[in-house]
């Protein structure tokens, strides 16, 4: 990926999405990459993925998405809210979720920490319990 970007190629480019499906999902999504198998195969339109996000969206969001910023207006929603993260997300990195204790000082927030990006898959008996407990504890 390193040589195609320094090539110029933009994460949209038909060469970095072939070298990008190449590689197994469990290396980017999961803490265990056994368990990218329990994943369900589906596709994305990445037509509108980088529509919305920028025809580099894999590295710098841009596109229409880059306008919006929220940040300063969540300290003032008044429901309930729970902010998952996984230690291992290397998509969504765990660093950018922890900012969400600045933005939401109201918000619960859990690190999952045997997960990666997708925590219900990675631990789901407490991921399920995790979302029971709080949708009963916002009623």
């Not at 309930?80 to 230690?87: E, K, M, W, Y």
């Amino acid at each position: 990926m390193q040589r195609l970007r320094a090539k110029g190629l933009r994460s949209s480019a038909p060469e970095h999405q072939k070298l990008y499906y190449s590689v197994p999902l469990g290396l980017f999504y999961f803490h265990d990459a056994s368990k990218a198998a329990l994943l369900p195969k589906e596709e994305g339109n990445n037509d509108v993925y980088y529509a919305v996000a920028g025809d580099d969206a894999d590295f710098k969001v841009g596109g229409d998405i880059a306008a919006l910023d929220f940040r300063a207006d969540l300290p003032n929603l008044k429901m309930p809210v729970l902010v998952i993260a996984g230690r291992f997300d290397r998509v969504s990195l765990p660093r950018y979720a922890v900012q969400f204790k600045r933005y939401l000082p109201q918000a619960r927030f859990v690190m999952m920490e045997e997960s990666g990006h997708f925590s219900f898959i990675e631990e789901p008996d407490k991921t399920i319990a995790l979302l029971r407990e709080f949708l009963k504890s916002s009623q």
